[in-house]
């Protein structure tokens, strides 16, 4: 908005304002509610009721400031404009939302009842989900708060977390966060569940946009999008709707919801709009493959429908962009596929009793099946682990997920393989189950995973098919899987393909369209190490292990929600050939650089000034150069 000489607020400058805001674009769904809003600040000046005006797209410009604004800053929002934030907010706004781990030091919340209840369970996902800041990455919040018995942080300070949280329930929420920020230049984060690898739901003395309680499901019967080339039943879920919630509500209904293998993942939040795999994903592919409509908070501050017909340059770059860069989505609507028994197994097999090179034998023989497996729609999730001390690997596969599968077309997928163990003398005891549903095999078959890591980050690699097709390339791809677990690197692996059966054309990395083995591996360093040993250690990994990864897959990419945020050339890796449009998109959605993410498109203009020099969130939010 232009902004006019101080003074309050005239009927005519609201419908100004309405006009200028509905008039960018038609269909709108609820602009601010302007005569709520004109009621509540009537009486206020203009300088502070400015701040939660939307813009009109075309007048969006960046500013020239070198930081965001951040406290002690003379720009600073001052105590009243953060007061009238909670106000129009309906009173969600949270000042600072204390870290969990307070309770473990004293001079803040000390409780050490509390402290050692909440370090039992510290590893767990569900102890976290619902917390307005915490982020399931503690080495990209910057390690400022963690119980002592994890990590001795010696103090707690707020770190990489955000500052004011509302805690939103309503698009308008999200709209006068989204305006507030636009308008003040404060740094802005989205925070869902927390779960991403590289931490971007935080930022060190934020306004964070929490969606989390963005809960509702509804199950439409019939959804028809020609322009899609679907017809057929859909779930619209908030964005706060997580994996447990929408696969439970989609059993009931007998379907299925293509959405991650961790339970508690936020998948209409960061998942979704990253691309997002599944167990599902070498039947139907991708979880931005499903989506058939957003609603959705711009830059601008507009709440709008982005589909195939209502911005669909939004809607195409909201389908794998990634998070917090386009806008803020409030609910996303779905293909729902039928439900389907599923066939699961899960085994493991360690180096132990047969030593290293039957152990190797057995892993290279697997590698052979990997195409033929997930071209038979199959999903594979397994880890290799090395023990440095005892000198033993161990395979785990946990678990080989074979869904639309009978337990006869499971066996014979995988004996080609297990003869072949068998021969080897590998012991090991596969508990393949008939599942009656997808939703019943889901629930039996995940692990919990382990979150919370204080000393690891993980890098990836999607190698595609050519480095399967021929004996040669197989040895090659499984040498360097050798070579990492012999540098003591973690690996978690998924074999399956994304298919691409609507032919969708969206902003999902081409990379997995040419998938076969989904890798990651992970790095460790010493917890009493200093920030240049961190760091030495993080670049090394990325200059070495990561390197020979890309080396044998040239022009492949990594999946941007599992990675590093070392990852180099990001834009390239995330999203491959779409890069340059994202870029040009963001440029049109969000001029000013409203939102960011680490690693997001756009994001190479900025940096965070992090007060150790490692890679994390505990910093000013600054321009790049
Ligand atoms: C234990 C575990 C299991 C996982 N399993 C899988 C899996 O099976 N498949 C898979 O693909 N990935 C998986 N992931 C990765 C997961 O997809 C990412 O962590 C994803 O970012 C989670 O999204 P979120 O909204 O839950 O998380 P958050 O960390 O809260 O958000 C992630 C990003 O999205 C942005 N964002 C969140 N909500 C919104 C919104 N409404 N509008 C705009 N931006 C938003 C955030 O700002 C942030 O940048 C797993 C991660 C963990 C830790
Ligand atoms: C935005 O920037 C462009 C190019 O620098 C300029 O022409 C335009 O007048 C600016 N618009 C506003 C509203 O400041
Ligand atoms: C703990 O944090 C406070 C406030 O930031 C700071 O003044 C103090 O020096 C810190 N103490 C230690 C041991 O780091
Ligand atoms: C956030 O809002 C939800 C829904 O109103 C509420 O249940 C929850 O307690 C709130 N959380 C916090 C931390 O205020
Ligand atoms: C959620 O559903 C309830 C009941 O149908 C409705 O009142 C509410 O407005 C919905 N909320 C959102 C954010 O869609
Ligand atoms: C897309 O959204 C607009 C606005 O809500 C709506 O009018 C239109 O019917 C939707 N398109 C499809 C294909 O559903
Ligand atoms: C297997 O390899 C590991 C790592 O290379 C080594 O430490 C270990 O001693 C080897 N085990 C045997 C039995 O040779
Ligand atoms: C699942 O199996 C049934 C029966 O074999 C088949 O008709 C259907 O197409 C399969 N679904 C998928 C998604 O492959
Ligand atoms: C095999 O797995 C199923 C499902 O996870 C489980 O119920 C069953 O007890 C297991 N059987 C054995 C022998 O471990
Ligand atoms: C990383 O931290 C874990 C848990 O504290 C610890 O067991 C492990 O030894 C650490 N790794 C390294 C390389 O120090
Ligand atoms: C870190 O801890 C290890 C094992 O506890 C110890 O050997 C090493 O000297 C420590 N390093 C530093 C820098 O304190």
Known sequence: MERRSPGSLSAAFWITAFHVASSYASPILSPLDLSHLDTKLKGVPLELSSLFLTDSLRSLNGTASRCKVYPGDQTWPSDEAWAKLDGLTDNRLLIQPQPQAAVCYPGLAYDADKCSEITATWGRSYEHMDDPI?????????????????????????????????????????????????????????????????????????????????????????????????????????????????????????????????????????????????????????????????????????????????????????????????????????????????????????????????????????????????????????????????????????????????????????????????????AFDPNVTYFNSFYEAWRSSFPLEIVQKINVTTGSRLFPRCNFETEEKREELYRNLRESSENNRVQVHFNMKAVDPANADNAVNPAWRQNILFSQQAVRWPVNGTAEETLKIRQEFQAGDMQRWRDISPGAGSYLAESDRLEPNFGQAFWGSKYPRLLQLKAKWDPKDVFYATTGVGSERWTVESADGLPNENGKLCRAG
């Open 134 to 426: 915490e982020m399931m990455s503690p080495v990209a919040q910057g390690m400022t708060c963690l119980p002592p018995n994890v990590f001795d942080s010696h103090n707690c300070t707020r770190g990489g977390f955000p500052m004011y949280v509302i805690n939103a329930t309503e698009p308008k929420h999200i709209q006068l966060g989204v305006n507030f920020a636009r308008n003040t230049n404060v740094r802005l984060v989205v925070k869902n569940t927390g779960h991403d690898f590289l931490g971007k739901s935080g930022g060190k003395d934020a306004l964070s946009i929490w969606t989390h309680h963005f809960k509702n499901i509804t199950f439409i019967e019939e959804y028809s999008d020609e322009k899609l080339g679907y017809s057929g039943p859909a779930f619209k879920a908030g964005a706060g709707v997580q994996a447990f919630e929408i696969y439970k509500a989609a059993s009931e209904k007998g379907r299925v919801v293509v959405g991650g293998e961790g339970e508690t993942v936020g998948i209409f939040g960061g998942y979704i709009q990253g691309g997002g795999h599944s167990p599902l994903t070498s039947l139907y592919g991708t979880g931005a493959d499903q989506v058939l409509s957003y609603d959705v908070v711009t830059a601008a501050g507009e709440f709008v429908t982005a589909n195939s017909t209502s911005y669909p340059d939004l809607f195409w770059a909201l389908r794998g962009g990634g998070g917090s860069t386009f806008g803020v989505v409030t609910s996303v609507t779905v293909k729902a596929h039928p439900e389907m028994p599923t066939t699961a197994s899960r085994f493991s097999f360690t180096s132990e009793k047969v030593g290293n090179a039957t152990f190797w034998a057995g892993i290279r023989a697997y590698v052979d099946y990997f195409i033929p497996n997930a071209d038979a729609g199959t999903y594979a999730y397994f880890v290799l682990i090395p023990d440095i001390s005892t000198g033993i690997f161990t395979f785990s596969m946990s678990p080989f997920f074979a869904p639309n599968k009978t337990l006869e077309e499971t066996k014979a997928l995988l004996q080609p393989w297990f003869t072949r163990l068998d021969d080897l003398g590998i």
